[in-house]
């Protein structure tokens, strides 16, 4: 009977904010005997973005169609309450799930996110490049990515709704993970002067 039981046994399965669709299916992959990357990946085309980030419990006969089904059901259950203020941001959905997966890649903590996300949205809104590390592809092309470059949790998905403002358009992370703003792109450099040695 015990080998019974063992199969019915809950597992925890823990996937990070920022996780991207390959992290999290390497996870599960570590977790779940059933589960299956290809099949999970395949599933999750479209999904980036969508697969909400938390420590899931599922039996250890499931697989990739119980993985996707239960993220994606938390995430509709996670974003709901904020849609109202989504609507009253003026952008789709879409633009900020992508923006709050760049921010999660920026952000050092929760103090920075909202400032960071402030400093994005100025660049978008004066037609800069985003340039954020997190999101290669913003130093070849302006605006936001095509589809969110990872799965964001729900404070980078409140500070993309909710930037706040700042005199600053740069900022960097020095090697400690400590962030230092700059208004100027002169001001900047000298901040990675300062703080890149």
Do not use: C
């Not at 999970?40 to 938390?54: M, N, Q, S, V």
């Not at 092309?141 to 709704?161: D, M, S, V, Y």
């Amino acid at each position: 009977m015990s080998g019974v039981r063992s199969t019915l046994s809950p597992v925890a399965v823990t996937i990070p904010e920022g996780f991207g669709n390959a992290e999290a299916a390497e996870a599960f992959m570590e977790k779940l005997p059933s589960f299956q990357k290809e099949q999970f990946l395949l599933l999750a085309r479209g999904l980036e973005g969508r697969l909400f980030p938390d420590t899931y419990f599922f039996m250890n006969t499931d697989g990739a169609e119980e993985a996707i089904k239960t993220m994606t059901e938390n995430y509709e259950k996670k974003i709901s309450p904020f849609r109202e203020n989504i609507a009253a941001s003026g952008r789709t959905e879409q633009e900020i799930i992508t923006m709050a997966s760049v921010i999660e890649g920026e952000a050092n903590g929760n103090e920075d996110r909202a400032l960071i996300s402030g400093i994005l949205w100025k660049r978008l809104g004066i037609g800069m490049p985003l340039q954020a590390d997190a999101a290669p592809i913003t130093y070849k092309e302006k605006g936001l990515p095509k589809a969110p470059i990872g799965n964001p949790g729900l404070e980078a998905i409140e500070a993309a709704i909710h930037p706040e403002a700042s005199p600053y358009l740069y900022y960097l992370h020095d090697p400690d993970g400590n962030v230092h703003y700059a208004k100027s792109f002169a001001e900047h450099v000298a901040n990675k002067r300062k703080y890149l040695k």
